[in-house]
């Protein structure tokens, strides 16, 4: 999906919420424990439950591999479904890879060439030569993490290195590898605030925003301090929707969660 097509979803569908697919064989319905793949029987509900409100989903393959095999073809069905049933969606592996050249190389053939993901989370630590070769796909996003919205992000995150904290410098550094057009940031909504000092160094990149909803991030203080011209957002919920319901019932209240963020974005977005 082009930076272009994206835009043209928000602005149709008056929405920039991003669906987290994060399956926990313990939370989803027990009902469907009884079914050949009852994560992707999760999945395939959340998502015709969602589409019309969304503009993204993101699997969080953590929730797929720790199911070891099962998991991954769980993973590669969600991955097919969303290529079939939803091209204007954005897809995104919620993988938060990065290592070394040659390796990061394979984890972008993995999920960009064989689950045919638009985007990938990958961390920043090791450098340009650990996210390059994702840049390397034509078509296909790097998420790369700046400012996380869990406690742990303020052990490094924001040191100071020189006059500016790492999460600046990673944003200096990185917007030199790639543009608006193939790169994205995760920015914390539970660190608004901090939104300003971002856009003062990616004014134009689009913003994957995790924390609204079950973290308690403020939807409108995001919008506040971290929309462009373009929107430029994206903003993530996922045990919010996904978990409205432990019934029967748990893709209609799904869909229901989603409609109304979907209404406080377009009110927001006028």
């Known amino acids: 999906m082009t930076r272009t097509e994206l835009i043209a979803q928000i602005r149709k569908k008056k929405s920039f919420l991003c669906v987290g697919l994060d399956p926990d064989l313990e939370k989803i319905p027990q009902h469907l424990l009884k079914t050949e793949d009852p994560i992707f029987e999760f999945n ?8 019309d409100y969304c503009v993204a989903f993101k699997p969080n393959t953590a929730f797929y591999e720790a199911e070891g095999t099962k998991g991954w073809q769980s993973l590669l069905k969600t991955a097919n479904y969303l290529g079939k049933t939803c091209p204007d969606h954005l897809s995104i ?7 070394i050249g040659n390796t990061s190389s394979l984890y972008a053939k993995a999920f960009f060439d064989n ?8 961390a920043p630590y090791m ?3 650990s996210v390059m070769p994702f840049l390397a796909h034509p078509g296909k996003w790097v998420i790369l993490l700046a400012l996380t919205s869990n406690k742990g992000a303020f052990d490094f995150q924001t040191l100071k290195t020189g006059e500016d904290p790492l999460f600046v ?3 200096k550094t990185s917007s030199k590898w790639g543009n608006a057009d193939n790169m994205m940031y995760v920015v914390g909504a539970t660190q608004a605030e901090m939104l300003v000092e971002i ?9 994957l925003i995790p924390g609204v909803g079950a973290q308690g991030g403020s939807l409108a203080e995001v919008v506040k301090y971290g929309m462009n011209k373009d929107s430029g957002l994206l903003v993530n919920a996922s045990r919010s929707i996904i978990y409205a319901s432990s019934g029967t019932d748990f893709a209609l209240k799904a869909g229901e969660e989603a409609k109304k963020m979907q ?3 377009a009110r927001l977005l006028k």
């Open 263 to 265: 209404q406080e974005m």
């Open 169 to 171: 410098k990673v944003l």
């Open 199 to 207: 856009r003062k160094h990616i004014p134009d990149h689009f913003l």
């Open 127 to 129: 450098g340009e030569d």
């Open 44 to 51: 395939k509900q959340i998502i015709d439950a969602c589409r």
């Open 115 to 122: 689950l045919g993901f638009d985007s990938i989370t990958v």
């Open 93 to 99: 592996a919620d993988a938060k890879r990065g290592d």
